[in-house]
């Protein structure tokens, strides 16, 4: 699966995190199996893993080495939603409220399509939900659709791998 904790999950985790799409628990869960395949897990996985509470746990994540791409990170984040909605961990108002949040307050970078498909999915979302306009199940497939297609462009479907 993966060798070891680097940058570009670690902001897959921390950006999840700050927007409840994963808990704690969930975090150390997935580091607690990462170092069990490993052999020598780095100074950077054992302080994610030894942290206490969510700021403690944010803090590690933020400190792990490294660079970080806008564009693994993305598809992380993408590919994680994805699996979290269709195990039904998390709703489609979660998803698009977060990707709304994560652009607004410029965590990523997004493409102008990107970035008008995340607006269109959240005014659609918000308008169907309220009763004024559109089919709050059309726009859940859409926000599927949207998820999707990270992977349709060969991205990978695990959103942990680097």
Same mark, same amino acid.
């Given at each position: ?14 950006? %999840? =995190?700050?927007?409840? &799409?994963?808990?704690? +628990?969930?975090? #150390?869960? !997935? /580091?607690? %199996? =990462?170092?069990?395949? &490993?052999?020598?897990? +780095?100074?950077? #996985?054992? !302080? /994610? ?69 995340i607006l269109r999915l959240d005014d659609g979302y918000d308008l ?35």
């Amino acid at each position: 699966m993966h060798n070891d904790l680097n940058k570009n999950v670690a902001e897959v985790f921390r950006l %999840a =995190i700050r927007r409840g &799409i994963v808990g704690y +628990s969930d975090v #150390l869960s !997935e /580091v607690e %199996a =990462i170092i069990e395949q &490993i052999e020598d897990p +780095s100074a950077d #996985l054992v !302080e /994610v893993y030894n942290s206490r509470g969510v700021e403690d746990l944010l803090y590690a994540l933020n400190d792990v080495k490294g660079d970080s791409s806008n564009e693994m990170v993305k598809i992380g984040l993408m590919s994680l939603l994805r699996k979290r909605l269709e195990d039904e961990l998390i709703t489609a108002e979660q998803v698009i409220k977060s990707l709304y949040q994560i652009f607004i307050e410029k965590e990523l970078e997004f493409t102008d399509s990107e970035r008008e498909d995340i607006l269109r999915l959240d005014d659609g979302y918000d308008l169907a939900n309220s009763g004024i306009y559109g089919d709050v199940e059309e726009v859940i497939m859409e926000i599927n659709e949207f998820l999707l297609n990270y992977s349709q462009e060969g991205y990978s479907q695990e959103p942990y791998t680097s």
